[in-house]
């Protein structure tokens, strides 16, 4: 009873660890076996965007095949062009011992205001958790995590911050993987109502600062591995956030090493609005 436990102990610490850079693009039509994401999603309401073409703004559903490998730019320039927004990411990673599965759920939320930007990682099981809460604002981040207690909040330089946590939300990345010609491998077209486009990353080259993080997070042994990396971004005309659904596959090590399957959906909201920045009361003065 005892070895289970401590096994249960140390496969949570793992799947912890997932609690969220010139070769041309590959360029391919549409990928049957995609995952799909509903229409029904697309409730969002865009800002006015600034992806345009010598005939005018861009249109993410009249991207020819020639033209997938522009996507991951434009929906980058998109997100960095909104004034605010509030995402929120469900879904789990799972981690097999032996016949023994464990799932850890991801709850995560980012918020960009208008003022502050907003981090909230908790993932809670029975078998072990995290919660890590960060606040920025220029080039400050003010931060806890489930080591310290409720109200003790450390103060960073933003570049110490991601020195020591690995990825910053609000880079020029998704999901904290690194994008760019060298590190997305393929760009393709999902068939289906939603405008949806698959992005199949290097391993290796997109995961150098989500692997940090989840180091630090699961308090792992190692960096973890990652074996592939998969992204559907569903977007408006416009190239205004949707949604975001993960698929990787990874190994982490603590003490014992193991494989793990990764899937989340992001759900963007309140895109151009006030949005509510939790407990910024607290933290407020710290920004002085």
Avoid at 245 to 261: E, N, P, Q, R, T
Wanted: hydrophobic content about 35%; aromatic content about 12%; charged content about 25%.
């Amino acid at each position: 009873m005892k070895r289970k436990l401590f096994f249960g102990l140390t496969l949570s610490a793992l799947l912890l660890s997932a609690c969220n850079n010139p070769t041309p693009f590959n360029i391919s039509s549409t990928s049957s076996h995609a995952t799909e994401l509903s229409s029904s999603t697309t409730s969002v309401t865009s800002e006015s965007s600034s992806s345009e073409s010598s005939s005018g703004p861009r249109k993410a559903s009249e991207l020819s095949e020639s033209e997938y490998k522009l996507f991951p730019s434009l929906y980058m320039d998109k997100v960095a062009s909104l004034s605010s927004f509030k995402a929120v990411t469900d879904g789990s990673s799972v981690a097999s011992f032996i016949f023994w599965p464990i799932t850890q759920p991801i709850n995560v939320t980012t918020i960009k205001g208008k003022e502050y930007n907003y981090l909230h990682n908790d993932s809670k099981s029975d078998k072990a958790q995290t919660d890590h809460e960060a606040f920025f604002k220029g080039e400050t981040a003010v931060y806890k995590d489930n080591h310290k207690s409720p109200d003790d909040y450390a103060k960073a330089t933003l570049p110490q911050y991601k020195e020591a946590f690995g990825v910053y939300p609000f880079d020029r990345c998704i999901e904290g993987y690194v994008i760019n010609e060298e590190t997305v491998k393929e760009v393709t077209r999902v068939k289906g109502d939603s405008i949806t486009y698959k992005l199949t990353l290097d391993p290796k080259k997109s995961t150098v600062n989500v692997v940090k993080q989840m180091k630090v997070f699961g308090d792992l042994d190692d960096l973890p591995n990652f074996a592939n990396v998969y992204l559907n971004v569903t977007v408006l005309d416009d190239f205004t956030p949707v949604s975001i659904y993960l698929d990787a596959w990874y190994s982490s090590k603590k003490v014992v090493s193991v494989d793990c399957h990764q899937t989340y959906t992001v759900t963007f909201s309140e895109i151009g609005q006030d949005v509510t920045i939790p407990n910024i009361d607290k933290v407020g003065n710290l920004f002085k």
